[in-house]
């Protein structure tokens, strides 16, 4: 259910962007005044750093040499 209302508020924002009411002011439910454009670029960021975080994980050196170390000597973890 929030996941829906997530998505509505997103295609909302994207609305008032394409249709030339990107700088109106909002308020969120926090109370802070916040603007369409301020908020896609918090979600475009957002998706961004999901996007990226993982390729960090995958490339660190001392997580592949703990995977292989594990690997080599059938280490099992409890």
Do not use: C
């Amino acid at each position: 259910m929030i996941a829906i209302a997530g998505i509505k508020v997103f295609f909302t924002i994207i609305d008032k962007v394409i249709s030339g009411h990107g700088f109106e002011q909002f308020k969120t439910f926090e109370g802070f005044e916040f603007n369409y454009i301020g908020a896609l670029g918090v979600i475009t960021l957002m998706a961004l750093v999901l996007l990226i975080a993982p390729l960090f994980y995958w490339f660190d050196p001392m997580i592949r040499e703990e995977q292989d170390f594990k690997k080599k000597y059938d280490v099992k973890d409890e």
